[in-house]
């Protein structure tokens, strides 16, 4: 099971738009519309940001959007703050066999 | 309100076993797929284990099957990591997490920490 590839940092001023990419493989990534998308901020539990590729849990910003296209999916964060400041991690269903891989992390620096 | 609380984790050497709870309040835990997932100090995270809702179907990351076995006790509102010959690797900061994605759990525990060494 190989973790699906992100960056390791990026980093943006504040109201600047940035993008995280996630690549993956046909077996994942681009073989399903299951990506998700995870904030994490030190010491807390993750919170999901994106699921099913694009789609918003109520109470997320409408700052955050992701996409997919063939194995590689993106979060893009627009007018970034600085409460934006956290790691950010992909989350991809797999099949059957695997069901579930993450990806390595971004670090997000709010300049 | 939705709450997952975790327990059981601590030290233990190396082929050591240790059995990780979680208890769910606010919501049916086993009307949804439950998941635990783990992240070492520092590292990030890894899936491990997940149980599905409807067929009782389990899966395991590779570098836990045959080792970690995951159980819920629907009676209880449980969810359960048996974890046997545990390794240094191991170490990590365990989660369970649950909620309406099958793929993307959105109800997350604090976490609690499985330190392996000698």
């Known amino acids: 099971q190989s973790a699906l590839t992100q960056p390791a940092s990026v980093s943006g001023s504040p109201g600047q738009s940035i993008t995280i990419s996630c690549t993956g493989t046909?077996?994942?990534?681009?073989?399903?519309?299951?990506v998700s998308w995870y904030q994490q901020h030190p010491g807390k539990a993750p919170k999901v940001m994106i699921y099913d590729v694009s789609k918003r849990p109520s109470g997320v910003s409408n700052r955050f959007s992701g996409s997919k296209s063939g194995n590689t999916a993106s979060l893009t964060i627009s007018g970034l703050q600085a409460e934006d400041e956290a790691d950010y991690y992909c989350?991809?269903?797999?099949?059957?066999?695997?069901?579930?891989?993450f990806g390595g992390g971004t670090k997000l620096t709010v300049l | 309100q939705v709450q997952l609380v975790e327990s059981g984790g601590g030290v233990v050497q190396p082929g050591g076993s240790l059995r990780l709870s979680c208890a769910a309040s606010?919501?049916?835990?086993?009307?949804?797929?439950r998941h635990w997932v783990r992240q070492a100090p520092g590292k990030g995270l890894e899936w491990v284990a997940c149980i599905q809702y409807d067929t009782n179907n389990k899966y395991y990351a590779d570098s836990v099957r045959g080792r970690f076995t995951i159980f819920g006790d629907t009676s209880k509102n449980m969810l359960y990591l048996q974890m046997n010959s545990l390794r240094v690797e191991d170490t990590a900061v365990y989660y369970c997490a649950s909620g309406a994605g099958d793929y993307s759990p959105d109800y997350w525990g604090q976490g609690t920490l499985v330190t392996v060494s000698s």
């Open positions: 989350c991809s269903y797999a099949g059957s066999s695997i069901f579930v891989v």
């Open positions: 606010g919501f049916t835990f086993s009307t949804y797929v």
């Open positions: 046909s077996s994942d990534v681009g073989g399903y519309n299951y």
